[in-house]
């Protein structure tokens, strides 16, 4: 910008009051205005609206955020969901040859985890009996609309859930529908491979606390690997061989979240 | 990752800021903030610092934003009156209660785009070409959506309306 320049841009104004011009440029743009009232009047009601804006919205910056966005604890979440599967899976291996000598090996367990579970592995029982023999509606929402599904059932859940990918297992997503849970809402997605097995896998909000280690458990006829982690609790349920679904399992928990 | 956390988290005031401007909701702000923040979270290791933390903070911001306004189809509530901020006490030389709710009106007239412009240059006093790097956008037409919000502002502020502030 020059002083010798008779005309002055929009821009110049802009930048005058937006307050990036250098000493020199600011000197020019005030000597610009002793002369051009109109333009004087424009950049005082710019000015003026600079200020009422920040009235408007610049004490939002100085309330203290709530809760729900602490950076760290929405990073702990996430952790606990894709860090430390390794240490589960391993738990995982380690249970599982529990429950392979002991049947409902809960029964080994302490009394108050067992108690907590046990209703989340007959919800999921229940669920998945009645929704797998389905042929013509066994889903809600069908697979072809996965991240309309996966962006409802997190709403739902209030909980980001990432639908897991199980093809390298051999189980392609039918879909997924939401359902009651003793007055909550639960998830349940189901897959299904090439012979026309069917797996589901049931997700119930929890309140924050203690992850747990995989658990298996025979119920009705029908296997099933079920865990809590930070924010929700899961039971995979499916008539396979324990160790095929323990696989499903340990990479269902790696995807999740 | 902990002084990458701890980066992000002073950029949450900014992100509240520039949320509750962009939606003139504070329940539907703070959800806009903490799905930016899973993201941007989410994608940390992906991310390598080229460029400032804060303008990919408002570009993921601004994804989700216009992905949401998108889906709604819908441009913000007005500001409800209670949630402006309470008066100046005894400043003539602030804005007073009425400007600032008339100036609430206009700026949910403005298009999105002008509005985003806008609130990054006067609000978050990003320099007009960070601003326009977040808005993924050239300098030229950052100024140009600067110019006519402005104009627009303006107009709706200071014609067909008691001209209050030259009252002694």
């Not at chain 1, 962006?151 to 739902?156: D, H, V």
């Not at chain 1, 982690?229 to 790696?254: F, M, Q």
Request: aromatic share 8%; glycine share 6%.
């Amino acid at each position: 910008m020059s002083r010798d320049r008779k005309i002055m841009t929009e821009d110049a104004l802009h930048a005058y009051v937006d307050g990036v011009l250098d000493d020199y440029d600011r000197a020019a743009v005030e000597e610009h205005l002793v002369n051009n009232p109109a333009d004087a009047e424009t950049v005082a009601s710019w000015s003026r609206q600079n200020e009422v804006l920040r009235s408007l919205y610049g004490h939002v910056a100085d309330a203290p955020a709530p809760a729900h966005l602490d950076v760290y604890r929405i990073a702990d979440n996430r952790n606990v969901l894709s860090g430390n599967w390794r240490r589960m899976a391993a738990a995982g291996i380690l249970l599982f040859a529990l429950g392979a000598a002991g049947g409902w090996f809960g029964h080994n367990l302490a009394g108050s985890t067992q108690l907590a579970t046990m209703p989340l592995v007959n919800e999921a029982v229940a669920a998945h009996n009645l929704y797998t023999r389905e042929v013509i509606h066994p889903v809600e929402v069908k697979a072809d609309q996965r991240d309309h599904l996966a962006a409802w059932l997190s709403k739902r859940l209030d909980r980001p859930l990432d639908i897991p990918d199980l093809r390298a297992l051999g189980f392609d997503l039918v879909g997924g529908r939401l359902l009651p849970a003793g007055g909550r809402p639960a998830a349940q997605f189901m897959y299904e491979d090439k012979t026309g097995r069917r797996v589901t896998l049931y997700i119930v909000p929890t309140q924050k606390g203690a992850e747990s280690s995989f658990r298996y458990a025979t119920f009705d006829g029908l296997e099933s690997f079920f865990w809590r982690d930070e924010t929700i609790s899961c039971a995979l349920v499916g008539s396979l061989p324990r160790e095929e679904l323990r696989e499903i399992a340990t990479r269902a928990y790696k995807e999740l979240g | 990752m902990s002084q990458f956390l701890d980066e992000i988290e002073t950029c949450v005031p900014a992100l509240r800021r520039y949320a509750r401007g962009l939606t003139h909701d504070a329940d539907i702000a703070d959800d806009l903030v903490q799905d930016c923040l899973e993201r941007a979270i989410r994608k940390s290791g992906l991310w390598r610092p080229s460029g400032p933390l804060k303008a990919w903070l408002f570009r993921i911001l601004l994804n989700i934003y216009r992905n949401d306004l998108r889906r709604r189809r819908r441009t913000p509530d007005p500001l409800p009156f209670d949630m402006l901020p309470s008066e100046p006490q005894g400043l003539a030389a602030q804005p007073g209660r009425l400007a600032l709710a008339e100036t609430a009106r206009a700026m949910q007239t403005l298009p999105s785009e002008q509005r985003e412009a806008l609130l990054l240059v006067v609000i978050e006093g990003l320099s007009y070409a960070d601003a326009a790097s977040v808005l993924g956008i050239p300098v030229g037409t950052l100024m140009s959506r600067l110019g006519r919000a402005r104009a627009t502002l303006r107009q709706l502020t200071e014609t067909g309306a008691p001209r209050l502030r030259t009252v002694k």
